[in-house]
């Protein structure tokens, strides 16, 4: 068990440009969230999946903004057409519902800079 | 208004003295989490809590249900426990998987 990962670790981006980030769960935990984290502030959810069923999104979640999970185990975050808002810190976690305390474990994180 | 509000923002100490974090939330939960960010993004999970007190090591965190209030204690400090402590709660009813965080609290402790 490796623990979550996240590919890459830092990115610089003109604004405009397409971007995607990868995350890597725990093998077994078929719980899977991305948050995203501004300077000074703490972490907000943006999406949640449950195997390969995306059950929940943030209205933070723009259109330019689309999550996948297509095998039930990695996830791909992309950002199309990139704003200088969008720099922040992407944080991926992951959980397994069958445990009763349902232990959310965080990745590294990416951070996107966006110019 | 946050739903979860942390105090101090900042708190500077020296080795050994012994720190508090407090958390106040304003809904109802299911669970609380404390977390532990260093810099450079990792977030750790040190504690899940859904009523009374939990402890390991040198860390301690308490809840009050009632008050909706919990603290994170840290006895004999040192600088490796410098790092931002984020208090979290899953909201009770719904969507109650997500996470909703505080701004965390910046410690730091100099030798």
């Known amino acids: 068990d490796t623990g979550v990962s996240q590919d890459p670790r830092h990115k610089i981006t003109k604004r405009g440009q397409n971007v995607t980030f990868r995350c890597d769960p725990i093998?077994?935990?078929?719980?899977l969230y991305w948050y995203r984290q501004t300077l000074g502030q703490g972490p907000e959810f943006l999406t949640y999946f449950q195997n390969e069923a995306q059950l929940e999104k943030s209205r933070l979640l723009s259109d330019r903004f689309s999550a996948e999970r297509p095998k039930g185990s990695f996830s791909t975050l992309e950002i199309q057409r990139t704003e200088q808002g969008d720099s922040a810190m992407y944080l991926c976690?992951?959980?397994?519902?069958?445990?009763?305390?349902?232990?959310?474990?965080f990745g590294p994180g990416t951070r996107l800079t966006v110019l | 208004k946050n739903e979860v509000e942390q105090s101090p923002q900042n708190l500077t100490a020296q080795e050994g003295e012994f720190i508090t974090i407090n958390c106040s939330y304003s809904?109802?939960?299911?669970?609380l989490h404390w977390l532990q960010q260093h810099p450079g993004g990792g977030i750790v999970s040190l504690f899940m809590?859904?009523?009374g007190k939990k402890k390991h090591g040198r860390l301690i965190a308490t809840i009050n249900i009632q008050e909706k209030h919990s603290s994170l204690h840290i006895t004999a400090s040192h600088p490796r426990d410098s790092a931002v402590y984020i208090c979290?709660?899953?909201?009770?009813?719904?969507?109650?998987?997500?996470?909703?965080f505080g701004k965390g609290t910046l410690l730091t402790v100099n030798p």
């Open positions: 809590l859904s009523s």
């Open positions: 979290a709660v899953r909201v009770s009813g719904g969507s109650n998987y997500k996470l909703t």
């Open positions: 093998s077994e935990h078929n719980r």
């Open positions: 976690a992951s959980s397994f519902s069958g445990r009763a305390t349902d232990t959310q474990y």
């Open positions: 809904v109802g939960i299911s669970a």
